[in-house]
Each structure stands twice: as structure tokens, then as C-alpha cells.
T-cell receptor, first 112, second 114 residues
Framework: GQNIDQPTEMTATEGAIVQINCTYQ??????LFWYQQHAGEAPTFLSY????GLEEKGRFSSFLSRSKGYSYLLLKELQMKDSASYLC?????????????FGAGTQVVVTP | KAGVTQTPRYLIKTRGQQVTLSCSPI?????VSWYQQTPGQGLQFLFE???????NKGNFPGRFSGRQFSNSRSEMNVSTLELGDSALYLC?????????????FGPGTRLTVT
């Protein structure tokens, strides 16, 4: 199984940068996902990391270190619409591409 | 390209009844997963289907079942509904080799059991 930890809540100001950390303890590993979920809606795919390093997609970047069991999601130039829950999820190996284990989510509050 | 679709979007049922939810994956995706999301337990994996076969199952009672059809569309069924089954049920489809292994969610079905 997996143990996935992320902070419960983070608050930041519009225009600022926020970094959401995620640590995981697994017997195996086959990729890490980040999703954004607004209240009452379904999760929206943000990123998928399999290899170590940083991947940048516009204002959002995701980093992975497999040796440390660590990932972070970086949100730059925060906007009010970025207020949401951010979910870290790890893919459970080895025989299933469709099974993800999720952390509890980090609620990001963006203030004016 | 159309995303993952789920029907119905909202459902109200009474304890003891059964319910069937439907999911159509992204075109070309053959893996369909189902999750339950509640405020107390978060997002929990129910099961995954690939090529009409259940490939993985989460820790849910046998009242929760599913199936997948030859066109990759999937259904999940919950029998003998309990109040605790009230939740957002999410379907997700996953690409395979050549399509990337990213997983995308449908809009969900919000089930309320009274």
C-alpha cells in the first residue's frame, strides 16, 4: 500500500507563489499525479511525473524525487481562481495503470 | 476529443434500493477506474476494468460491483444502499502505451441516499 502525506491547508496572496509538498512511502512506484479540484466538482488533471526532475506547464510546475519519495506542485502568479483543493496521487504498481492512491488533499486559499 | 462522460449527474435513492451508474471513457482508452469521494474518507479506489476484465479492486463490500463492455463503456452498481453510500462517484479513464498513461476524471455522479 501507499502512505501519502500533504499539508491540509495553505494560504497565499494573489500574485504570489505557493509550493505544495507531497511525500509518499511505497513498496513500488509507477508515477505521481497532481490534480486540482474545485468545491463540488471533479478533479482536473494537472501533471504526471514518472522520472525525477521538474516539469513546467505554464504557471504550474511539478517536481519529483523518487529516491526521496517526494514531490511538489508549484503554483506561480496565483489567481483567485486557483483557490481549490490540490490532490497528490501515486500510481500503484505493477499490474494496473488505473489504480491511484490519493492523499487527503491540500486546500489552497488565495486572498486578495 | 470528448472527455470522460458520466450519467446520471445527480441521483437520490432510498436506503435498501440499488443504483447503476454509467461511464464512457475517452475514445481509445481501455482502462476505466471508479472512485468514491466523501468528506471523511477522501478519494478511494473502488475498482478498475481493462478489456472487460476487473483488474484491481479496492476495499469495498461486495455490494459494490461493476462491469465493462466491449466498447470500453463501464457501469458500476451498488445494491442494498446504505446512508453511508452517499458520495460523489467518479469514473476515470487511463491511456495506454502510445496514448500516455495519464488518468482523467469524468464530472462524477453525486449520489444521495435517504
Amino acid at each position: 500500500g501507499q502512505n501519502i502525506d500533504q499539508p491540509t491547508e495553505m494560504t497565499a496572496t494573489e500574485g504570489a507563489i505557493v509550493q505544495i509538498n507531497c511525500t509518499y512511502q511505497t513498496s513500488g512506484f509507477n508515477g505521481l499525479f497532481w490534480y486540482q479540484q474545485h468545491a463540488g466538482e471533479a478533479p482536473t488533471f494537472l501533471s504526471y511525473n514518472v522520472l525525477d526532475g521538474l516539469e513546467e506547464k505554464g504557471r504550474f510546475s511539478s517536481f519529483l524525487s523518487r529516491s526521496k519519495g517526494y514531490s511538489y506542485l508549484l503554483l506561480k502568479e496565483l489567481q483567485m481562481k486557483d483557490s481549490a483543493s490540490y490532490l497528490c496521487a501515486v500510481r500503484d504498481p505493477p499490474d494496473s495503470w488505473g489504480k491511484l492512491q490519493f492523499g487527503a488533499g491540500t486546500q489552497v486559499v488565495v486572498t486578495p | 476529443k470528448a472527455g470522460v462522460t458520466q450519467t446520471p449527474r445527480y441521483l437520490i435513492k432510498t436506503r435498501g434500493q440499488q443504483v447503476t451508474l454509467s461511464c464512457s471513457p475517452i475514445s481509445g482508452h481501455r482502462s476505466v477506474s471508479w472512485y468514491q469521494q466523501t468528506p471523511g474518507q477522501g478519494l478511494q479506489f473502488l475498482f478498475e476494468y481493462f478489456s472487460e476484465t476487473q483488474r484491481n479492486k479496492g476495499n469495498f463490500p461486495g455490494r459494490f460491483s461493476g462491469r465493462q463492455f466491449s466498447n470500453s463503456r463501464s457501469e458500476m452498481n451498488v445494491s442494498t444502499l446504505e446512508l453511508g453510500d452517499s458520495a460523489l462517484y467518479l469514473c476515470a479513464s487511463t491511456g495506454t502505451a502510445g496514448m500516455g498513461y495519464e488518468q482523467y476524471f469524468g464530472p462524477g455522479t453525486r449520489l444521495t441516499v435517504t
